[in-house]
């Protein structure tokens, strides 16, 4: 098949960490590069945000990137991006007049807004993933949420109109169907994690164990606490937790490249919650990682601590299980689905700092059972996490749009 994925914000060649460069990213490249690999022709759309960027590039994995003029030529936030999406959709039909694609796939909302208008005027069947739904973020962000308006009514067309919805956990069909999509548009396919580069370092556990054994008891248990550097991630009730863990120090991996991080709003914000609390010595930020440092970085940590208010899947959390990590997390969106409490990790509710504390210290407290999980946690991750695994089913899902012979009716989206 010929296949287009469209991912307005979120160019899989970015560097992760940023406010709008996180899960998305790794996703679009993840079922690109799988999608190539399964003998596919693969083309991914992105906005251009960078002036002197090519036009397109050639991924390493072998998919083809192409950027797309819409807006001024510069990283903007992608809730700014709404007015150029027109654009965008008009680029992508002239584009798609010439070179014709088999199905797309559009990632995020204001993506399939403007693959839902190319698509149709080509022809072309439109699958749609949201990542996040604005009925979820306007629930818990309320009036700090900056969505534009339209993107609820939007969504809504979107869960009617597109030809087929991939959706990333349980969680989030349940939302549409409120939504008004119709039964049996949605399939649950979850995000994915590389088994061979996010796996456990041998005997690691018990090297850790031997290691504090000989040094002494005074010697911090390391947590971590990875991604986008956002409010909405909870960082700051993990750092609220560590009066209640005097021998955990806090790792937080993510934000702007590291000569940036004094210049930067929410790392300010952060520290200053952390010497509030009192624990400024044991928090640590890392700044924005390659993708090769993160793995090591989990192996290095005894728990990893995903606390956020929300969450559409949640990538991090899976990585963590695959390197054979306990997940201490909140019991939201994805995270429902993938963490399994007294087996993998523990749940508590969002926003509850003093319940985080006593999970995580009951974990540290115990290393037969953070060995226990850790194991169980690796297996469920390499059982019904790998990326060959969710890539297949993605195919799958391309193939039955395309075998039932008709593309939904939809209106021109503007």
């Given at each position: 098949m010929r296949i287009a994925l469209v991912?307005?914000?979120?160019?899989?060649?970015?560097?992760?960490?940023?406010?709008?460069?996180?899960?998305?990213?790794?996703?679009?490249a993840a079922v690109a590069a799988g999608l190539t690999r399964r003998g596919h022709d693969v083309t991914v759309y992105t906005r251009r945000d960078d002036a002197a960027a090519p036009d397109h590039s050639d991924?390493?994995?072998?998919?083809?990137?192409?950027?797309?003029?819409?807006?001024?030529?510069?990283?903007?936030?992608?809730?700014?991006?709404?007015?150029?999406?027109?654009a965008f959709a008009d680029w992508l039909a002239q584009r798609w007049q010439h070179e014709r694609f088999d199905v797309v796939h559009a990632h995020f909302w204001m993506s399939g807004i403007a693959t839902l208008s190319a698509g149709r005027r080509v022809g072309v069947p439109v699958l749609q993933t949201f990542h996040a739904l604005g009925t979820v973020k306007r629930r818990h962000q309320r009036a700090e949420d900056t969505s534009p308006d339209a993107r609820l009514p939007m969504e809504r067309r979107l869960a009617r109109e597109v030809d087929g919805i991939i959706a990333t956990c349980s969680?989030?069909?349940?939302?549409?169907?409120?939504?008004g999509m119709p039964p049996g548009r949605a399939?649950?396919?979850?995000?994915?994690?590389d088994t061979d580069v996010f796996r456990p370092v041998e005997h690691q556990p018990q090297h850790r164990a031997r290691h504090r054994a000989a040094v002494g008891p005074g010697t911090p248990y390391q947590l971590l606490s990875?991604?986008?550097?956002?409010?909405?991630?909870g960082v700051q009730d993990v750092i609220a937790a560590l009066p209640q863990l005097p021998d955990a120090e806090l790792v937080v991996a993510g934000g702007p490249p590291p000569e940036e991080l004094d210049d930067d709003p929410e790392i300010r914000r952060l520290r200053a919650?952390?010497?509030?609390?009192?624990?400024?010595?044991?928090?640590?930020?890392?700044?924005?990682?390659?993708?090769?440092?993160?793995?090591?970085?989990?192996?290095?940590?005894?728990?990893?601590?995903?606390?956020?208010?929300?969450?559409?899947?949640?990538i991090v959390p899976v990585e963590a299980m695959a390197c054979g990590r306990p997940v201490v997390g909140t019991a939201v969106g994805g995270l429902l689905d993938t963490v399994q409490p007294g087996r993998t990790g523990e749940l508590v509710p969002?926003?509850?700092?003093?319940?985080?504390?006593?999970?995580?210290?009951?974990?540290?407290?115990?290393?037969?059972?953070?060995?226990?999980?850790?194991r169980a946690a690796r297996h469920r991750a390499s059982r019904h996490y790998r990326w060959d695994q969710v890539v297949a089913e993605t195919e799958a899902a391309y193939q039955r749009v395309l075998h039932s012979g008709q593309i939904v009716p939809a209106e021109v989206a503007q």
């Open positions: 991912s307005e914000h979120a160019n899989p060649l970015a560097r992760l960490g940023g406010a709008d460069a996180g899960g998305q990213n790794v996703h679009v991924a390493p994995e072998g998919y083809r990137v192409e950027l797309v003029p819409a807006g001024p030529p510069r990283v903007l936030p992608k809730d700014d991006l709404l007015p150029h999406m027109p969680d989030e069909v349940a939302e549409l169907r409120e939504m399939h649950v396919i979850p995000c994915g994690v990875l991604g986008r550097l956002v409010p909405r991630k919650a952390a010497a509030d609390q009192g624990v400024a010595a044991r928090v640590h930020f890392t700044g924005a990682l390659d993708r090769d440092a993160v793995a090591p970085l989990m192996c290095a940590s005894d728990v990893v601590v995903c606390a956020p208010w929300y969450e559409p899947f949640g969002p926003r509850r700092p003093d319940r985080l504390a006593t999970e995580i210290q009951g974990l540290l407290d115990d290393p037969d059972r953070r060995e226990c999980y850790s």
